[in-house]
């Protein structure tokens, strides 16, 4: 037996850790002997939160406890799956899990998604679930625009003692008008939705017992705003093939401006009328009193410029040797709970692992290796592929959060043979 | 992948898998060369540093390929009891796995493995690279290993399951020394690794 190049104490160690490692694995991998299945993983397609009362596709879960998968859950439920609610009607919902044992080792894959109707489903084996069809549209939330109020002081600031004496005998008549277009505007818009628009949005993983891995992709996917009588205002088109935990912060700015130039082409025209009476200085009024409303609107729109939509695309939680994979979270940001109905919508949430090994005497019993045979135990499998997940090795070259993959990939039966007898051949010359 | 397996596979077989159709619809490869081969012509001795001598059997502390630029710290790793041999998780390092011979001995067969990363930094990322003729050494607590390689195989994971005593077997007798035997993954198609590149060289 060669001697070991290490000191004792770290010997010692590793042989403790080992016997440790060997001890967890024996109990939460074999079969009856622990609840833990030896490999897991689930898929939920779609979970939407609305003031803080959910509503899902439900979920597929496959676990493998050494000897049989179990999969419990619907698998592609329909839209209908998530209840009563309004806020999507169309698309085609996929959710898929399995688990499975190769060569004693736990290996799981699930993925999730959505798209629209005429998506084909493809097998959670090949990835992602889902071939984009039409568009599916969700209203990730409801803009609420019809307090706006402008009083006479708002009017007033900033003209000169020229436009100022020129507007007092028309007060009792632009006030009004102002407050009536304002609302003839506002009312026309009604209560926009934003809307969550896709193609597919969906995420997939998979575990081995080393580790886990998952991605994202969202096809065709973007959110905006449709203003009635004004029209759709894009806010975001979200990336593709985005990296983990990808951020999207927006604001609602281009509709704050959409509205006031809607807001400012009408009040141009009723105040031109109103104003006749004032001329020659009608369009400098119409200027000012332009200005001084979208300024008011503005003030009381503002927190739709702030931050009101936080996405994160393809969103990791790592645990040890498993992952949580969200396609898309959408989130309205408190901030904006004036305006907006707080809705979170996530799409496509995988998970996978943690996976363990079965016990070598379980399902399958192996012969007791006999003490006096001469051949010695030699590898059967050497795992040395790691998947580079971003941010997954730390500091001190852990590889923690990355996957080995040890998978056995079936090649054809002539290039095994020819590998095979190469080996023969080269180490028995 | 495909393609590089059928001609992996063609070539191994056309060394000496006779009766095969395969082989004889191919053209003949070249023989293989398990022979010692000349080391390139010597620098005058007295502008080149002697290497040490190789020394008696010890466990390997470094690996080192210069066509590589290979210098990674050796460290012994076990057999799980599932006969799985886990490399280090640091892909920096590799491992030497301790049931197999020590450089310099006489039996057995001297086996090294380390990662491969899907996006670079793995210790044996380049290994399928290394041709027969190539150097490697390993260094030892007493000295240094020169082995010179002989072969560059991918094996799917099945058929080092199936003939692993054929690869990682220790009953071979060398007298020369034990060979190195040097193993990773490759084949990486975006999910996983198709398999294993070994790489076998002798001491020189």
């Known amino acids: 037996m060669p001697t070991a190049p290490f000191p004792l104490l770290t010997r010692s160690r590793k042989t403790l850790a080992l016997a440790g490692a060997g001890a967890l694995i024996a109990l939460a991998a074999s079969p009856g002997a622990a609840a833990a299945p030896v490999a897991q993983a689930d898929a939920t397609a779609l979970v939407l939160t609305v003031l803080s009362t959910p509503a899902d596709s439900g979920t597929v879960k496959a676990t493998h406890d050494g000897a049989d998968e179990t999969v419990v859950g619907q698998q592609n439920p329909l839209i209908t799956a998530l209840g009563n609610q309004s806020f999507i009607n169309a698309g085609t919902l996929a959710q898929d899990a399995t688990a499975s044992v190769v060569d004693r080792r736990g290996r799981s894959a ?75 505007v506002l009312t026309g818009i009604g209560d926009p939705g934003i809307v969550l628009d896709l193609g597919a949005v969906q995420s997939q993983c998979a575990a081995t017992t080393n580790g886990a891995t998952g991605d994202s992709q969202l096809t065709d996917a973007g959110l905006y705003v449709d203003l009635p009588t004004i029209g759709r205002v894009d806010l975001v088109n979200l990336p593709t093939n985005p990296p983990p935990n990808t951020k999207v912060v927006t604001d609602l700015d281009v509709v704050v401006t959409a509205i006031s130039d809607a807001v400012e082409t009408e009040l141009t025209t009723a105040l031109t009328g109103v104003l006749a009476p004032a001329a020659p200085l009608v369009d400098q009024l119409v200027t000012a009193l332009n200005a001084n409303v979208i300024a008011v609107l503005a003030d009381q729109l503002a927190p739709l410029e702030d931050n009101v939509l936080d996405a994160t695309l393809n969103k990791q939680t790592r645990g040890d040797r498993s992952i949580e994979v969200t396609a898309l979270d959408v989130r309205v940001l408190p901030a904006a709970s004036a305006f907006v109905d707080l809705v979170n919508v996530e799409i496509g949430r995988s998970s996978c692992g943690p996976n363990g090994r079965v016990a070598v005497d379980n399902p399958t019993p192996t012969p007791t290796p006999d003490p006096t045979d001469p051949t010695p135990a030699v590898p059967t499998s050497v795992p040395a592929g790691e998947l580079d997940l971003a941010g997954g090795a730390t500091s001190s070259g852990d590889l923690n959060g990355r996957i080995a993959t040890g998978g056995l990939v079936l090649m054809s039966a002539l290039a095994a043979a020819c590998g095979v007898y190469g080996f023969r051949r080269v180490l028995r010359s | 992948m495909a393609a590089g397996l059928v001609f992996t596979g063609g070539v191994l077989t056309g060394r000496g898998l006779a009766g095969s159709p395969a082989v004889e619809a191919a053209p003949a490869p070249p023989a293989p060369t398990v022979t010692v081969t000349a080391d390139p012509p010597a620098t005058p001795a007295a502008v080149r540093p002697v290497p040490p001598a190789a020394g008696p059997p010890a466990p390997p502390t470094r690996l080192v390929v210069p066509k590589l630029d290979i210098k990674a710290p050796v460290v012994d790793i076990d057999l799980s009891s599932d006969a799985v041999l886990e490399p280090p998780s640091d892909p920096d390092l590799v491992g030497w796995w301790t049931g197999s011979a020590e450089p310099g001995a006489t039996q057995g067969r001297v086996v090294v493995t380390g990662h491969t990363v899907s996006t670079g930094g793995g210790a044996l990322d380049l290994l399928p690279e290394l041709e027969p003729g190539d150097k490697v050494v390993l260094v030892t607590a007493t000295g240094r290993h020169r082995y010179r390689v002989t072969d560059s195989l991918f094996a799917s994971y099945r058929d080092v399951a199936e003939h692993a005593q054929d690869i990682f077997g220790q009953t071979e007798t060398s007298p020369a020394g034990a060979r190195l035997i040097l193993v990773t993954c490759t084949g990486f198609n975006g999910r996983f690794y198709a398999g294993n590149s070994i790489v076998v060289a002798r001491p020189l």
Do not use: Y
């Not at chain 1, 071939?131 to 939330?141: F, L, Q, S």
């Open chain 1, 110 to 184: 699930a993925c999730a998604g959505l798209a629209g109707d005429g998506a084909t489903l493809v097998s959670v084996d090949r990835g992602f679930c889902l071939d984009p069809g039409d568009n599916a549209t969700i209203n990730a939330g409801t803009l609420q625009l019809q307090d706006v109020q402008v009083v006479q002081s708002d009017l007033l600031a900033g003209l000169d003692q020229t436009l100022q004496a020129a507007l007092q005998p028309l007060l009792g008549t632009v006030l009004p008008t102002v407050d009536s277009t304002l609302q003839t």
